[in-house]
């Protein structure tokens, strides 16, 4: 074994090894993701610069590249007139660099990895995945024993990064033909996340696996409709989410959810809706969540919004997007993903329904959940991105 295929192998592993790796320290994705980055990269330019230059850079020629090399470079404009430039550098010094080895995993690992890396990758989210089942009905023990924070919100995001991974995984381990692998790790995999807390991961499973069930039994076209609505109403709807729920949302539903905060949501989106129709255009700059409450904008609402401000981020990453980026910023990101969506519409109808349950999935958590630029969202994004486009190399 050359030194290229060393390094490709102990990359793949660090890839497979991520799931786990988030049950053991739920912040410690981006980490893992750069260290992949970094061994596919030397592999890489071990073995051919110039091709793994061609590789990176082929994607950013194309439309979806440009218009996402746009809403980058829109992002780091609006530094420019952030009340904040510090927080924003900060939150751009997550996001930025996880974001980047996400791209180079994604580029430079598929097709690339040794054979077994999907059955490790597999045994190591059951693996996480029955180490958070166990742990959680337990009363988390582990947490005790070594006197970390006993809170069973602590497995939120690596459930999170289990809903992304999962079904990419298993699509894979389907395709090369190792139905067992496949079913234990849907069924562990499964089961870390109807057992958590994390009800956004409930409502991205329920959300991923009906848009992958419509696009296989519905005509190609339909499938592709229904997610391009969604992703249409996701981005429009953003703004006035808040407004919505306050008049459509029952009492009666707001007592099913009261372990959700749901009157606390409906409350905090309608306080940033409130400074998107204040400031629609440019927004208040990329990264300012965190300090929301004291921008600029805020002197122009009403007072009984403002408290909602300073809750950190809208749990919404759309009308977040909105909020720092304004209409731009959501004009680019709209016109992004529609993009990407008519990438997948030229895909075989196995991998765009594999690819469209993904979307589904991260769609309806990022409109319900964390902040935008988190960094270990994008790394399990990245992850699964990845994972999918093993997949489409066995089909080329």
């Not at 994604?106 to 190591?124: D, I, Q, V």
């Not at 497995?155 to 395709?175: E, K, Q, S, Y």
């Not at 958590?196 to 848009?211: D, E, R, Y």
């Amino acid at each position: 074994m050359n030194a290229p295929e060393r390094l490709r192998g102990a990359g793949a592993l660090t890839l497979a090894a991520l799931p786990l790796a988030m049950a053991a320290a739920n912040r410690s994705s981006p980490a893992v993701m750069a260290l992949s980055a970094v061994l596919f990269l030397a592999a890489a330019l071990v073995e051919d610069r110039g091709a793994a230059l061609a590789t990176l850079v082929a994607p950013l020629r194309t439309a979806t590249g440009l218009v996402a090399l746009a809403f980058l470079g829109w992002c780091g404009l609006s530094l420019a007139w952030s009340p904040f430039p510090a927080l924003s550098l900060r939150t751009a010094g997550e996001f930025g660099p996880t974001l980047f080895a996400a791209y180079l995993v994604a580029r430079l690992a598929p097709g690339r990895m040794p054979p077994g890396t999907a059955l490790a990758a597999a045994w190591m989210l059951g693996l996480a995945g029955l180490y958070i089942v166990a742990d959680l009905a337990a009363d988390l023990p582990v947490q005790k024993a070594i006197g970390a924070r006993v809170a069973y919100f602590i497995f939120n995001r690596p459930v999170l990064t289990i809903l992304l991974v999962v079904g990419p995984l298993v699509a894979l381990l389907v395709r090369r033909g190792h139905r067992l692998a496949a079913g234990l790790t849907s069924i562990l995999g499964v089961a870390a996340i109807l057992c958590s807390v994390s009800g956004a991961a409930t409502l991205g499973f329920l959300a991923g696996t009906a848009l992958a069930l419509a696009a296989w039994l519905l005509p190609r076209r339909a499938g592709l409709g229904l997610a391009g609505s969604a992703l249409a109403l996701a981005v429009i709807l953003a703004p006035v989410e808040g407004d919505l729920l306050h008049r459509l949302m029952p009492e009666a539903a707001h007592e099913r959810l009261v372990q959700s905060s749901s009157r606390a949501r409906v409350a905090i989106a309608r306080s940033f809706g409130a400074a998107v129709a204040a400031d629609p255009w440019r927004g208040a700059g990329y990264g300012t969540a965190g300090r929301f409450a004291h921008t600029p904008v805020t002197d122009t609402i009403a007072p009984d919004w403002r408290g909602m401000l300073a809750v950190g981020h809208p749990h919404n990453s759309f009308l977040q997007v909105w909020a720092e980026l304004g209409i731009v910023g959501a004009g680019l990101l709209a016109a992004l993903l529609f993009l990407l969506l008519r990438t997948l519409a030229a895909l075989p109808r196995f991998q765009a329904v594999t690819a469209l349950g993904l979307v589904g999935a991260a769609i309806a958590v990022a409109f319900v959940e964390h902040g935008a630029w988190q960094g270990w969202w994008v790394a399990g994004l990245g992850a699964a991105v990845t994972w999918l486009r093993e997949g489409w190399s066995d089909a080329a």
